[in-house]
């Protein structure tokens, strides 16, 4: 069974620092996506990650993706207060079902 | 480009009632993909239209059904409804498939159901 974690799941950070939310899953996939929700808001697909190695950058923010470890990144480099919502993301299979499992999100608030 | 628009946006039924929702993707796009969000499941993957065949289907029970339309219009019914279908529920269109593009969402139906 495909099991999508993401760590951490809450993070409070301060303006102008890096961190990085992690996201592992348990079977063979290579395709991973990243979204963004603002409260009470819909989602907004921010990356698509379609094989191993991809890295992608947008603004802030830059996604990786490494299959062999079944791990995805997603670094946010010096945080601004608009990058405050929840993150979550999601593993496809591609060669099997090709469902695709969510992780519970991150949520992440920055303190101006 | 006019995004993608959920109708109806908020909606309250009782339990036993029945849903349809409505999505009309991007102009252009051909694939559909609903989502429902809850608390307590997360988000969830119900099922996935292209060109007006279902592409794949999620984890739910058989009272949830989609179709999609010529003009790429894309409808979700739930019947007999309980009260852990309360949800938001969010579609996605893409040009070609949410598998290889990104997705763009539209705002979502709040169901409640009492």
């Known amino acids: 069974e495909l099991k999508v974690e993401q760590n951490p799941l809450f993070l409070s950070m301060q303006e102008g620092k890096n961190y990085t939310i992690y996201c592992n899953y348990s079977?063979?996939?290579?395709?991973l996506y990243w979204y963004r929700q603002d409260p009470g808001k819909s989602l907004e697909s921010l990356f698509v990650l379609l094989s191993n190695g991809a890295v992608k950058q947008e603004g802030r923010l830059m996604a990786s993706l490494d299959t062999k470890a079944r791990l995805s990144t997603l670094h946010i480099t010096a945080a601004v207060h608009d990058l405050s919502a929840t993150y979550f993301c999601a593993v496809d299979r591609p060669r099997r079902d090709d469902k695709i499992i969510f992780g519970k999100g991150t949520r992440l608030h920055i303190l101006p | 480009k006019a995004g993608v628009t959920q109708t109806p946006r908020y909606l309250i039924k009782t339990r036993g009632q029945q849903v349809t929702l409505s999505c009309s993707p991007i102009s252009g796009h051909r694939s559909v993909s609903w989502y429902q969000q809850t608390p307590g499941q997360g988000l969830q993957f119900l099922f996935e239209y292209f060109s007006e065949t279902q592409r794949n289907k999620g984890n739910f029970p058989g009272r949830f059904s989609g179709r999609q339309f010529s003009n790429s219009r894309s409808e979700m019914n739930v019947s007999t409804l309980e009260l852990g279908d309360s949800a938001l529920y969010l579609c996605?269109?893409?040009?070609?498939?949410?598998?290889?593009?990104?997705?763009?969402f539209g705002p979502g139906t709040r169901l409640l159901v009492l």
């Open positions: 996605a269109s893409s040009p070609g498939g949410r598998s290889q593009e990104t997705q763009y």
């Open positions: 079977t063979t996939s290579d395709r």
